[in-house]
């Protein structure tokens, strides 16, 4: 197994036997026996003969070279299953032979933190500082080493040290930049209490996460620069790019220049599955790309995902009888607190036994209340997390699954590949994306008549559209809900609005809209909630957003994160009218304002992801709360707000229209769902007896 540092490659010298590399060797004399010895080994590892590299390295003379090289072919592939005990006394050899060379000490160090050995780290980095003092290398193991202490103050200075030093006279232009780059990528750690001995403890104020995420960008670019302008890079530092982009563009979803990142993250390696996948689900985000745009996105990644995962040539063993009790699986990575969980939970309590086995299949890792509830809803939980893609179709084909149900998408921690290499006969995409897969293995998309009109809305989707008769999804409630505020719309000041959705959802277009709507509405306000408005950064970002559109900081007001869903609802209260996102539209916060009692202003668009409130506003007879264009959400929204007895005869009955609603009709709507099942699977029964009898 190959073995690498636990922490992540830090910027470090690299001594793996590919960084060794031909040209190291090149640039010794070859007459010298030692150095064409360490050559013919090198060249027998890179051929993957790994053991005759050992004996050839073992036989050669000892010199630094030897124990530099065994010590970077025994720590990639770990061969000799006595942990770091040989390794690291090959490195103190490699010390006896280069008593100046920082070199051994570093990969020393790298060792004692892989195996959370944080003392000895911390007296091999004394070794580490005697011999390169003041360098940038040394400056970025001494904020490791204090970030592992607990000490992120001192940690972040050392790592923003490291990253404005100039690159020593030893390092090229690819590796000076490269550093700092990951020395970046250290400081937003530290920020955002994402790395051991943060302990989950976020800095905030230590920097904005904006000047974070600007000072990542820049060092990542100058990384990509120079590496473009250097040698060929190898196959390690064009993965380490790669995913610096993808980290950079994770954390600027819903910004324009996100798709970029994860184009270039794919541009240095192509085989970085998940950074296609967000790419795809950044697309969405963007009120600039049109949906045929878009689909043809998902057409391109689809292609690759075939080529790369090709279906198998399997005969399933599954009884074509269309009376059977069907094997439904639904496989996702967000059984937990998401909003996933609050549209299958519902489904799978009210399944028929009698006519459907509900399998659970979990791709994620967090557990909590409403995994617990999953698992006691569903007849077989399954976690899967850990599994290959292999191993997961083998389990799946295994428990013959007649219907797999795929609840990500290209969002979370998706299976992708898993669907492309079919895991079952009937293959379903639901809920969880708000767009097609693009694969032709995945057969049907649960959609409604408005989310997704027919006949149109089937060329932006490779699978065949399935129609449910009133609503695509289900909602629960929370068992507890907060009592309204019947007079709150006697009031004489201004309303305030509210949007609830994901950080990623407000673009500077919708932020642009909605100023325009605070403009023409004196005395509004606008509050705004979602889990990034924690970060103080993140308020004065949007605030200095609208203040550029003329709009008083004042009249903005911000709600962070609220981990009793109990005290989260009674947010609502606060709130007259909300502002639903666009292009991509709310779905469980919509749900959650409704029930309590506020009215939803949707502006809706061409296809599913900017029709999902149009189809939860049409199911409560609240069409007049769709518009199809900025202006008339605008108009609609200042209207409104000049008119108080309206909202109050919107909000009037409002939650009781939404317990009552198709929306919340969980036994009637899985009734239907499982209607469907019956209709897909009854058309697959025949079709295989067609091909059985040919």
């Given at each position: ?50 053991t005759?590299a ?28 006595k ?13 006896r ?16 933190i892989y195996d959370?050995?944080i ?22 193991y ?14 972040h ?27 970046a ?9 994402e790395?051991?001995?943060s ?12 000047k974070?995420i ?5 060092c ?9 302008q ?18 950079l ?5 819903g910004?324009?220049?996100?798709a ?34 878009i ?6 990644a ?7 995962h ?31 969980a ?10 028929d ?5 509900s ?31 292999e ?11 007649d ?15 898993v669907?492309?290499a ?5 293959q ?31 060329r ?9 008769p009133?609503?695509?999804s ?9 009592e ?20 990623a ?7 642009c ?6 403009s023409?509405?004196p ?15 993140n ?11 003329g709009?008083?900081?004042t ?9 009793n ?5 009674k947010?609502y ?24 009692g506020v009215?939803?202003?949707?502006r809706t668009g ?13 199911v ?11 202006g ?29 609603s ?5 036994e ?18 025949e ?5 059985a009898?040919?």
């Open positions: 197994m190959t073995r690498t540092c636990a922490l992540g490659s830090g910027p470090g010298y690299d001594y793996s036997p590919d960084s060794v590399g031909l040209a190291y060797c090149e640039k010794k004399s070859l007459r010298n026996k030692e150095f064409v010895s360490v050559k013919n080994a090198l060249e027998l590892y890179q051929r993957g003969k790994v005759e050992l004996e050839e390295a073992q036989s050669s003379p000892k010199s630094m070279e030897r124990f530099r090289l065994l010590a970077g072919i025994m720590i990639r592939q770990n061969i000799d299953g942990g770091s005990e040989n390794i690291l006394r090959l490195i103190e050899k490699w010390k032979f280069a008593p100046d060379s920082p070199e051994p000490w570093v990969k020393q160090l790298e060792i004692h959370r050995q003392s000895l780290a911390k007296k091999v980095y004394v070794g580490i500082r005697k011999r390169a003092p003041g360098h940038s290398i040394t400056l970025f001494k904020g490791l080493i204090l970030q592992l202490s607990g000490r992120l103050m001192e940690a200075d050392a790592f923003i040290k490291s990253i404005e030093l100039r690159k020593s006279s030893d390092d090229n232009d690819t590796t000076a930049a490269r550093n700092r780059a990951i020395a990528e250290m400081v937003y750690q530290v920020e955002m209490g790395h051991p001995g302990h989950g403890v976020k800095r905030r104020g230590i920097m904005s996460n904006s974070v600007m000072l990542l960008r820049s990542v670019e100058a990384w990509d620069k120079e590496a473009h250097g040698e060929k890079c190898s196959e390690k530092l064009s993965s380490e790019l790669s995913n610096s982009w993808r980290l563009g994770l954390n600027g979803m910004e324009v220049w996100a970029h990142c994860f184009r270039k993250s794919l541009s240095w390696n192509e085989h970085l599955e998940p950074a296609r996948s967000n790419l795809l689900f950044a697309l969405n985000y963007s009120p600039e790309i049109s949906p045929e745009e689909y043809q996105e998902h057409l391109k689809g292609r690759w995902v075939h080529l790369h090709p279906e198998r040539n399997l005969v399933f063993k599954n009884v074509p009888e269309q009376d059977k009790n069907l094997k439904v699986g639904y496989i996702s990575s967000d059984f937990r607190n998401h909003s996933v609050h549209f299958i939970l519902p489904v799978l309590q009210q399944h036994e009698r006519h459907v086995t399998y659970v299949y979990s791709t994620g890792a967090a557990s909590d209340s409403f995994t617990d509830e999953i698992r006691n809803s569903a007849k077989y939980f399954r976690s899967i997390k850990t599994l290959s893609t191993a997961r179709l083998k389990q799946i084909t295994n428990d013959q699954i219907i797999l149900i795929d609840l990500n998408g290209h969002s979370g921690d998706g299976c992708i590949a669907l492309a079919r895991a079952a006969p009937l379903v995409t639901w809920l969880g994306y708000p767009n097609t897969t693009g694969l032709d293995t995945v057969d049907y998309r649960i959609v409604d008549r408005v989310t997704d009109p027919p006949p149109e809305a089937q932006l989707c490779t699978e065949q559209l399935l129609y449910m009133r609503t695509f289900v909602f629960q409630a929370h068992h507890e809900l907060p309204l505020d019947a007079g709150k719309h006697q009031s004489t000041t201004g309303i305030c609005f509210g949007s609830f959705n994901a950080w959802k407000l673009s500077d277009a919708l932020i809209t909605w100023s325009k709507i605070l023409r509405s005395g509004s306000t606008l509050l705004i909630k979602n889990l990034a408005m924690d970060r103080r950064s308020r004065e970002r949007v605030l200095e957003k609208f203040n550029q559109q709009i008083e900081s009249r903005i007001k911000f709600r962070g994160f609220i981990a869903r109990y005290d989260q609802l947010v209260l606060e709130v007259d009218l909300t502002l639903d996102s666009f292009p991509y539209n709310g779905t469980t916060t919509n749900c959650e304002s409704y029930i309590m009215p939803v202003l949707a061409m296809d599913h992801r900017s029709r999902v409130s149009a189809s939860q506003l049409t409560l007879n609240l069409e007049e709360l769709i518009t199809g264009s900025e008339d959400y605008v108009e609609k929204a200042v209207e409104l707000a000049s008119d108080r007895a309206r909202l109050a005869m919107l909000s009037k009955g409002l939650r009781e229209k939404m317990l009552s198709p929306l919340m009709d969980a009637g709507f899985t009734r239907e769902l499982e209607t469907v099942y019956r209709q897909i699977w009854t058309t697959w029964c079709q295989y007896g067609q091909s009898r040919h």
